[in-house]
Protein backbone atom coordinates (compact mmCIF):
# COMPACT_ATOMS: atom_id res chain seq x y z
CA UNK A 1 0.00 0.00 0.00
CA UNK A 2 1.74 3.33 -0.93
CA UNK A 3 -0.61 5.58 0.46
CA UNK A 4 1.15 8.83 2.34
CA UNK A 5 0.70 8.92 5.62
CA UNK A 6 -1.40 12.10 5.56
CA UNK A 7 -3.79 10.28 3.45
CA UNK A 8 -6.26 7.78 4.23
CA UNK A 9 -5.81 4.18 2.52
CA UNK A 10 -9.09 2.80 0.79
CA UNK A 11 -10.12 -0.88 1.42
CA UNK A 12 -11.86 -3.37 -0.55
CA UNK A 13 -14.30 -4.90 2.11
CA UNK A 14 -14.87 -7.89 -0.38
CA UNK A 15 -11.37 -8.52 -0.30
CA UNK A 16 -10.85 -8.42 3.18
CA UNK A 17 -14.12 -10.70 3.63
CA UNK A 18 -12.70 -13.12 0.91
CA UNK A 19 -9.10 -13.13 2.90
CA UNK A 20 -11.03 -13.60 5.71
CA UNK A 21 -12.85 -16.66 5.12
CA UNK A 22 -9.49 -18.09 3.28
CA UNK A 23 -7.97 -17.49 6.71
CA UNK A 24 -10.68 -19.13 8.61
CA UNK A 25 -10.55 -22.14 6.12
CA UNK A 26 -6.80 -22.38 6.69
CA UNK A 27 -7.55 -22.11 10.59
CA UNK A 28 -10.05 -24.62 10.77
CA UNK A 29 -7.88 -27.23 8.75
CA UNK A 30 -4.83 -26.59 10.72
CA UNK A 31 -7.08 -27.17 14.05
CA UNK A 32 -8.60 -30.39 12.60
CA UNK A 33 -5.41 -31.65 11.69
CA UNK A 34 -4.03 -31.28 15.11
CA UNK A 35 -0.95 -28.75 13.23
CA UNK A 36 -1.52 -25.47 15.46
CA UNK A 37 -0.89 -27.55 18.92
CA UNK A 38 1.47 -24.22 20.38
CA UNK A 39 -1.37 -21.95 19.70
CA UNK A 40 -4.84 -23.56 19.97
CA UNK A 41 -5.43 -26.62 22.59
CA UNK A 42 -7.29 -29.13 22.45
CA UNK A 43 -10.62 -27.97 23.17
CA UNK A 44 -10.72 -26.33 19.59
CA UNK A 45 -10.40 -29.50 17.88
CA UNK A 46 -13.01 -31.51 20.36
CA UNK A 47 -15.34 -28.68 19.50
CA UNK A 48 -14.95 -29.03 15.77
CA UNK A 49 -15.41 -32.43 16.01
CA UNK A 50 -18.75 -32.19 17.80
CA UNK A 51 -20.19 -29.92 15.16
CA UNK A 52 -18.60 -32.42 12.36
CA UNK A 53 -20.32 -35.37 13.85
CA UNK A 54 -23.62 -33.30 14.72
CA UNK A 55 -24.07 -32.70 11.57
CA UNK A 56 -26.08 -29.70 9.54
CA UNK A 57 -29.88 -30.88 10.94
CA UNK A 58 -28.54 -32.00 14.13
CA UNK A 59 -26.72 -28.86 15.02
CA UNK A 60 -26.92 -27.14 18.15
CA UNK A 61 -27.63 -23.22 17.67
CA UNK A 62 -27.35 -21.80 20.80
CA UNK A 63 -24.04 -24.20 22.03
CA UNK A 64 -22.08 -23.30 18.61
CA UNK A 65 -22.89 -19.39 19.22
CA UNK A 66 -21.57 -19.81 22.29
CA UNK A 67 -18.45 -22.16 22.76
CA UNK A 68 -17.15 -21.53 18.75
CA UNK A 69 -18.58 -18.17 17.51
CA UNK A 70 -19.03 -15.60 20.50
CA UNK A 71 -14.97 -16.64 21.52
CA UNK A 72 -13.45 -16.02 17.98
CA UNK A 73 -15.98 -12.66 17.52
CA UNK A 74 -14.90 -11.08 20.98
CA UNK A 75 -11.53 -11.92 19.95
CA UNK A 76 -11.97 -10.28 16.56
CA UNK A 77 -13.55 -7.35 17.78
CA UNK A 78 -11.04 -6.70 20.45
CA UNK A 79 -8.44 -6.92 17.63
CA UNK A 80 -10.41 -3.97 16.09
CA UNK A 81 -11.83 -1.66 18.66
CA UNK A 82 -8.98 -1.51 20.97
CA UNK A 83 -5.87 0.38 18.37
CA UNK A 84 -9.02 2.35 17.10
CA UNK A 85 -10.31 3.78 20.35
CA UNK A 86 -6.48 4.27 21.01
CA UNK A 87 -5.37 6.09 17.53
CA UNK A 88 -8.90 7.51 17.41
CA UNK A 89 -10.05 8.73 21.15
CA UNK A 90 -7.37 8.64 23.37
CA UNK A 91 -4.09 9.66 21.23
CA UNK A 92 -5.36 12.56 19.24
CA UNK A 93 -6.22 14.20 22.91
CA UNK A 94 -3.15 14.46 23.49
CA UNK A 95 -2.59 16.95 20.60
CA UNK A 96 -0.63 15.86 18.40
CA UNK A 97 -0.58 16.97 14.47
CA UNK A 98 -3.14 15.60 12.14
CA UNK A 99 -0.05 13.70 10.48
CA UNK A 100 1.02 12.64 13.34
CA UNK A 101 -2.13 10.98 14.49
CA UNK A 102 -3.20 9.70 10.76
CA UNK A 103 0.28 7.74 11.35
CA UNK A 104 -0.88 6.67 14.96
CA UNK A 105 -3.90 5.34 13.26
CA UNK A 106 -2.24 3.89 10.44
CA UNK A 107 -0.04 2.03 12.62
CA UNK A 108 -1.46 1.22 16.02
CA UNK A 109 -2.88 -2.18 14.88
CA UNK A 110 0.59 -3.17 13.68
CA UNK A 111 1.55 -2.08 17.14
CA UNK A 112 -1.08 -3.76 19.42
CA UNK A 113 -0.52 -7.21 17.26
CA UNK A 114 2.91 -6.70 18.25
CA UNK A 115 2.37 -5.95 21.96
CA UNK A 116 0.13 -9.77 21.97
CA UNK A 117 2.46 -11.36 20.40
CA UNK A 118 5.39 -10.13 22.91
CA UNK A 119 2.72 -11.07 25.13
CA UNK A 120 2.07 -14.56 23.60
CA UNK A 121 6.15 -15.39 23.36
CA UNK A 122 6.64 -13.92 26.99
CA UNK A 123 3.78 -16.08 28.62
CA UNK A 124 5.18 -19.36 26.41
CA UNK A 125 9.03 -18.43 27.53
CA UNK A 126 7.66 -18.43 31.46
CA UNK A 127 6.00 -21.65 31.25
CA UNK A 128 8.67 -23.40 29.48
CA UNK A 129 11.37 -21.73 32.02
CA UNK A 130 9.02 -22.87 34.69
CA UNK A 131 8.98 -26.40 33.67
CA UNK A 132 12.72 -26.57 33.03
CA UNK A 133 13.16 -25.27 36.55
CA UNK A 134 10.59 -27.81 38.15
CA UNK A 135 12.54 -30.42 35.95
CA UNK A 136 16.10 -29.70 37.57
CA UNK A 137 14.03 -29.64 40.93
CA UNK A 138 13.09 -32.72 40.34
CA UNK A 139 15.77 -34.65 39.47
CA UNK A 140 18.12 -32.76 42.26
CA UNK A 141 15.80 -33.99 44.90
CA UNK A 142 14.74 -37.48 43.39
CA UNK A 143 10.96 -35.54 43.58
CA UNK A 144 8.37 -38.60 42.95
CA UNK A 145 10.71 -41.46 42.96
CA UNK A 146 11.21 -43.79 45.71
CA UNK A 147 14.61 -44.00 47.36
CA UNK A 148 15.97 -47.71 47.69
CA UNK A 149 17.73 -49.19 50.39
CA UNK A 150 17.79 -45.40 52.21
CA UNK A 151 17.33 -46.63 55.81
CA UNK A 152 19.80 -49.13 55.06
CA UNK A 153 22.43 -47.14 53.90
CA UNK A 154 21.61 -44.36 57.03
CA UNK A 155 21.72 -47.22 59.46
CA UNK A 156 25.21 -48.80 58.05
CA UNK A 157 26.45 -44.78 58.23
CA UNK A 158 25.61 -44.81 62.08
CA UNK A 159 27.24 -48.28 62.31
CA UNK A 160 30.28 -47.04 60.41
CA UNK A 161 30.55 -43.92 62.71
CA UNK A 162 30.15 -45.91 65.89
CA UNK A 163 32.67 -48.43 64.81
CA UNK A 164 35.09 -45.29 64.11
CA UNK A 165 34.69 -43.33 67.14
CA UNK A 166 35.08 -47.23 69.23
CA UNK A 167 38.31 -47.63 67.23
CA UNK A 168 39.88 -44.73 69.03
CA UNK A 169 40.42 -42.04 66.61
CA UNK A 170 40.39 -39.40 69.29
CA UNK A 171 36.73 -38.72 69.14
CA UNK A 172 36.75 -36.85 65.67
CA UNK A 173 34.53 -37.61 63.60
CA UNK A 174 35.67 -37.57 59.82
CA UNK A 175 32.21 -37.11 57.77
CA UNK A 176 31.85 -37.65 54.26
CA UNK A 177 29.95 -35.30 51.81
CA UNK A 178 26.72 -37.50 51.92
CA UNK A 179 26.35 -37.59 55.70
CA UNK A 180 24.95 -34.06 55.73
CA UNK A 181 23.03 -34.62 52.68
CA UNK A 182 21.48 -37.74 54.43
CA UNK A 183 21.24 -35.84 57.65
CA UNK A 184 18.77 -33.56 55.91
CA UNK A 185 16.99 -35.87 54.44
CA UNK A 186 16.26 -37.89 57.44
CA UNK A 187 15.24 -34.70 59.38
CA UNK A 188 12.46 -33.50 56.84
CA UNK A 189 11.12 -36.84 56.79
CA UNK A 190 10.77 -36.40 60.53
CA UNK A 191 9.37 -33.17 60.08
CA UNK A 192 6.85 -34.93 57.31
CA UNK A 193 6.04 -37.63 59.76
CA UNK A 194 5.30 -35.43 62.58
Known sequence: MRVPVDESPVFLLYQDWALGLIFLKIW???VMLDHMLPIMDDSWRAKFERVREDGFSRLQGLWVLREIVFPIVMKLLTALCVPYVLARGVFP????PLVVNSAVYRFAWIGCLSVSLFCFCAKRCHVWFRNLHNSIRDDRYLIGRRLH?????AMANQNQNQSSEDAGDGGVLIGREGDADTGLRLRRAIQQEA
Open 149 to 153: NFGEA
Open 93 to 96: MLGY
Open 28 to 30: TRL
